[in-house]
């Protein structure tokens, strides 16, 4: 089990009846807030994919899909996704989105290897999206203007949650904080990366990491990337790498940050090359979705994912995503939450 924390004190503001309600009027307030912002339409999204076809997402590279064999196409293997960031970009070329519109879905994955706890679970559902841009808009200046619209439609939501609950008094500051991982590992040199999350979204309330996935200037990365979606190594703010990066809050229940976002803009030909030799796993070039960004015959794209119950859970002021979401947890998690008037679903 991993590590659990109990707020001292914890009594939630909201029972679940009202809980529940709250989840639905988020839920649809926040993707019609998005949907507008960012002109996108919604699509259907798979459960799961053909595996070898290099389209699920490959996380931080360690994290074993769940797959199971189809009998009626000869015992292939297909793979639950574990997020939608290479199936979205197909699905806009399928769809000719042209540039400065996009898609999202409802997208569900099972993370089987995930370490459970107050913000993660086995089940993961999120708002998937996607955005066609153009090579004029691979620039650090656009890639911060689509994640202000995003936080302006979160601010939004949570004035809503206020207005339909009172006694839930909004936190969110009005000005996003950016900054890059290698200036955030200059601010707070003696913290592990975790730690200066938690130092700078305390600080400011609400914070954009720019540069997920690429060397910082101890050789470390800040955390993991797949190689082949974001662009982490084309130079961008004050020549430092990263047109991606990471949404992060501070969350007063649990006194700590909590990531409700990662987004950015999308491999080109030349990121994809780089980035897989980068991390030695230039086989991928041989699968279906990387031959198709290297034949140009998938548009340039900017996309990202927006957990749905951690956004539920912020804006509710609740201590555990199980107070949100239906899933499994260890008896034991159970049993502590139980004793510390945290009510697992």
Known sequence: MSYLITPKGYKPILDLRQTELGIKQIKEFFQLNLSSELRLRRVTAPLFVLKGMGIND???????????????????????????AKWKRLTLAEYHIEPGYGIYTDMNAIRADEELGNLHSLYVDQWDWERVITAEDRNIDFLKEIVNRIYAAMVRTEYMVYEMYPSIRPCLPAKLHFIHAEELRQLY??????????????????????GIGCRLGDGKKHDGRAPDYDDYTTPGLNDLPGLNGDLVLWDEVLQRSIELSSMGIRVDKEALVRQLKLEGEEQRLELYFHKRLLDDTLPLSIGGGIGQSRLCMFYLR???????????????????????NIHLI
Do not use: Y
């Open 318 to 340: 609740k201590a555990h995503i199980g107070e949100i979401q239906a899933s499994i947890w260890p008896e034991s998690m159970r049993q502590t939450c139980r004793e510390h």
């Open 189 to 210: 040199p003696h913290l592990t990366a975790k730690e200066r999350e938690h130092a700078i979204a305390k600080k400011h309330g609400a914070v954009f990491i720019i």
């Open 58 to 84: 490959d996380l931080n590279g360690v994290e074993r899909p769940v797959s199971f064999p189809i009998k009626d196409m000869g015992d292939v293997q297909a793979e639950v996704v574990h997020s939608l």
